[in-house]
């Protein structure tokens, strides 16, 4: 079955980096995409970006652009997320989820559990 | 870029039918894919393509999607169904993952 298993939590101060991780299992990991999502506390979903695991391209959201950086190991079937100068509003569940990257307007149809990244002084 | 518009809450009665909109600009245009969040739960796929249903997902989770409207409808609602909802369309000008704010269906 499919499953994608993310890293524990985090505890980061302001300015510092993080680098979330998420392998998967159950499928070709080449053969699909992984896309980050992130929740801040009491809010609803926004998307992070994507990359595609076939090979490597990636399309940041733009408020993003400049501090996130998403990778994959194919070797290991892992994608990560790293995000860097990070603010007190990068507080948040991070999760990864897995789309068809071969086609446009797919769903993300499987979802890690969520990490959760506070940034705190 | 895109943006889509949920009501923030939607209540309704056990057994009843609620009702869910997602609005954008022309959204007929484009797939639309529901899901649902439990507190302290990952996000759960529940209709994808406008009206199809991932296998495990009851027959009562239903959708359509015309014009400005995207609409997921839960038929003879039950306790479980309590939840948030997202709807989430991809745009295609930017290719970039676009989700509603997300609605709290709240069962009386």
């Known amino acids: 079955q499919v499953q994608l298993v993310q890293s524990g939590a985090e505890v980061k101060k302001p300015g510092a980096s993080v680098k979330v991780s998420c392998k998967a299992s159950?499928?070709?990991?080449?053969?699909?995409?992984i896309s980050w999502v992130r929740q801040a506390p009491g809010q609803g979903l926004e998307w992070m970006g994507w990359?595609?695991?076939?090979?490597?391209?990636?399309n940041y959201a733009q408020k993003l652009q400049g501090r996130v950086t998403m990778t994959t190991d194919t070797s290991t079937s892992t994608a990560y997320m790293e995000l860097r100068s990070l603010r007190s509003d990068d507080t948040a569940v991070y999760y990864c989820?897995?789309?068809?990257?071969?086609?446009?307007?797919?769903?993300?149809?499987?979802w890690g559990q969520g990490t959760l990244v506070t940034v705190s002084s | 870029s895109y943006v889509l518009t949920q009501p923030p809450s939607v209540s309704v009665a056990p057994g009843k039918t609620a009702r869910i909109t997602c609005g954008g600009n022309?959204?007929?245009?484009?797939?639309v894919h529901w899901y649902q969040q439990k507190p302290g739960q990952a996000p759960v796929l529940v209709i994808y393509?406008?009206?199809d249903r991932p296998s495990g997902i009851p027959e009562r989770f239903s959708g359509s999607n015309s014009g400005n409207t995207a609409t997921l409808t839960i038929s003879r609602v039950e306790a479980g169904d309590e939840a948030d909802y997202y709807c989430?369309?991809?745009?295609?000008?930017?290719?970039?993952?676009?989700f509603g704010g997300g609605t709290k269906l709240t069962v009386l």
């Open positions: 990359i595609s695991a076939y090979n490597g391209n990636t």
């Open positions: 393509y406008d009206s």
């Open positions: 989820a897995r789309w068809d990257s071969s086609s446009s307007g797919t769903p993300f149809d499987y």
């Open positions: 989430q369309v991809w745009d295609s000008s930017s290719d970039s993952g676009v």
């Open positions: 022309n959204i007929g245009s484009k797939s």
């Open positions: 159950g499928y070709t990991f080449t053969s699909y995409g």
